[in-house]
């Protein structure tokens, strides 16, 4: 093979790559837009209907993963690579990863529902799993209670299962 035909045979593959690649990197670029958009109408939302800056910032991360790893794959399928067994691979990696978190996840989860549900608010003296104290601060993962022996973090997932009694200050 000579030059020429080397040449030719290069440009030749490059135009079938071009409107590929031309095409992923708008695949991508729309994703990041789009997880963008969504971001801001989940904090807009998420203001009209006053939910906890936590929240805000939970629901808008978990979006923006969601649709970054969406354009991903379907970026992927677009150039030709079977992306089926990627995600069956995904599934099964989040699988094990919930498994192994499941009391980590259970805490964030309770947490949301906490926070969405409001069954007691700060500075509303409660009664949870033997502690009794003075609400702090409600995240993801605890809600914290000012008592008598000091501070006391206690999982969501306890002030969410176990009976909790409420001494409301208003």
């Given at each position: 093979m000579d030059i020429t035909n080397l040449t030719e045979l290069a440009i030749e593959k490059s135009m079938l790559w071009l409107?590929?690649?031309a095409a992923v990197l708008f695949i991508i670029v729309l994703f990041f837009v789009l997880a963008k958009f969504v971001k801001r109408?989940?904090?807009?939302?998420?203001?009209?209907?006053?939910?906890?800056?936590?929240?805000?910032?939970?629901?808008a991360?978990?979006?923006?993963?969601?649709?970054?790893?969406?354009?991903?794959?379907?970026?992927?399928?677009?150039?030709?690579?079977?992306v089926s067994a990627l995600v069956a691979g995904l599934g099964l990696t989040g699988f094990a990863l919930g498994f192994a978190l499941k009391d980590t996840i259970s805490n964030i989860l309770s947490g949301v529902l906490i926070l969405l549900y409001r069954p007691f608010k700060i500075d509303d003296n409660i009664k949870v799993a033997?502690?009794?104290?003075?609400?702090?601060?409600?995240?993801?993962?605890y809600t914290k209670l000012d008592s008598e022996d000091g501070t006391v973090l206690i999982p969501n997932s306890k002030c969410f299962t176990d009976p909790v009694v409420v001494f409301s200050n208003s």
């Open positions: 409107p590929k690649v109408i989940i904090i807009k939302v998420s203001a009209r209907l006053e939910l906890d800056p936590h929240l805000t910032t939970f629901f991360q978990v979006s923006r993963i969601i649709f970054v790893l969406f354009g991903l794959v379907t970026a992927l399928g677009t150039i030709g690579i079977n033997g502690y009794e104290g003075k609400v702090i601060s409600v995240d993801l993962r």
